[in-house]
Antibody, heavy 118, light 108 residues
Framework: QVQLQESGPGLVKPSETLSLTCTVS?????????WGWIRQYPGKGLDWIGS???????HYNPSLKSRVSVVLDTSKNQILLNLNSVTAADTAVYFC???????????WGQGILVTVSS | DIQMTQSPSSLSASVGDRVTITCRAS??????LNWYQQKPGKAPKLLIS???SLQSGVPSRFSGGGSGTEFTLTISSLQPEDFATYYC??????????FGPGTKVDIK
């Protein structure tokens, strides 16, 4: 059973970089699946951030593409998210997700609230 | 971008009621439509993929239908644990995967 757990700072200053880690248990990230991130704004809307395959091919939300990177740390079985130049509009709950297909989000972490504020 | 809308935005229903939620896409997405259930403080849960394919472990009272631009999620007999917010999501685009705004189902 795939289990995902997000971790990282809950508060980030404007213009800085938001960095989150998703630790995967019960499955090796090099075996299969697409791995990615989705965020949910305080008003409840869901926003896909980006995904990458176990082989490393990436897919990013075009509106975030210039600011975002998602990478695999195979040595630690983790998925890393970096979002730079953040503003208050990036305040959200960030979820780590996984699925057999790039756009089918079968597994979710519990989510982590990240607030962008000085 | 493919825009997703849902109706109604919220509804009140009683245990045992039949409930139908509609999701519309701004262009045809064939059968590339997923449904999720989210309870307060929890992550969304994938219920249905490819418009009508029930995920393992999801009760059979949930069903999905439709194709093209209009889709439905039906709960045949609402149970207490079904009170939640439901989201549709298109998986047709190979550029951007978008969600509907959600439909909140609460107790009448």
């Amino acid at each position: 059973q795939v289990q995902l757990q997000e971790s990282g700072p809950g508060l980030v200053k404007p213009s800085e970089t938001l960095s989150l880690t998703c630790t995967v248990s019960g499955y090796s990230i090099t075996t299969g699946y697409y791995w990615g991130w989705i965020r949910q704004y305080p008003g409840k809307g869901l926003d896909w951030i980006g995904s990458l395959s176990h082989s490393g091919s990436t897919h990013y939300n075009p509106s975030l593409k210039s600011r975002v990177s998602v990478v695999l740390d195979t040595s630690k079985n983790q998925i890393l998210l970096n979002l730079n130049s953040v503003t208050a509009a990036d305040t959200a709950v960030y979820f780590c997700v996984a699925g057999v297909a790039v756009a089918d989000f079968e597994h979710w972490g519990q989510g982590i609230l990240v607030t962008v504020s000085s | 971008d493919i825009q997703m809308t849902q109706s109604p935005s919220s509804l009140s229903a009683s245990v045992g009621d039949r409930v139908t939620i509609t999701c519309r896409a701004s262009q045809s997405i064939s059968l590339y439509l997923n449904w999720y259930q989210q309870k307060p403080g929890k992550a969304p849960k994938l219920l249905i993929s490819a418009a009508s394919s029930l995920q393992s472990g999801v009760p059979s009272r949930f069903s999905g239908g439709g194709s093209g631009t209009e889709f439905t999620l039906t709960i045949s007999s609402l149970q207490p644990e079904d009170f939640a917010t439901y989201y549709c999501q298109q998986s047709y685009s190979n550029v951007l995967f978008t969600f509907g705004p959600g439909t909140k189902v609460d107790i009448k």
